[in-house]
């Protein structure tokens, strides 16, 4: 269930504030441990066995991309200030909270 979780293109969009090569590193781990639960389970996606769990993921994922887009940008801007910028941390917890919220973990 946590891996049908995962969204590799939004994983790339935070990678690319640190090293490429540790994204794809985590991508070909992902893809290599997929292939096989769905070689094993004999399904063609994660959670073909589970369909509500995966009606709820996939109606989420629009909204949820949009919140770590969000995340991304405010993570820029604040690395970017040479002083920290209250209303942009402010909407950088926010954008935790929602996020955490979205996914039902703890973040």
Known sequence: ???????????AH??????PRMHEE???EFQRAEA????I?????????????QRAIDARNPYTDVLNLIQIEL??????????DPDVQAALFLS????????????
């Open 75 to 84: 993570m820029k801007r604040w690395r970017s200030r040479s002083q920290a």
């Open 96 to 107: 935790i909270n929602g996020i955490a919220a979205a996914m039902q973990s703890t973040g």
């Open 14 to 19: 935070y990678a690319a504030a640190g090293d």
């Open 26 to 28: 985590i991508r070909g």
């Open 1 to 11: 269930q946590e891996m049908a979780r995962a969204r590799l293109a939004i994983a």
């Open 41 to 53: 389970t004999g399904q063609q996606r994660l959670l073909d066995n589970n369909p509500v769990i």
């Open 36 to 39: 096989a639960i769905l070689a």
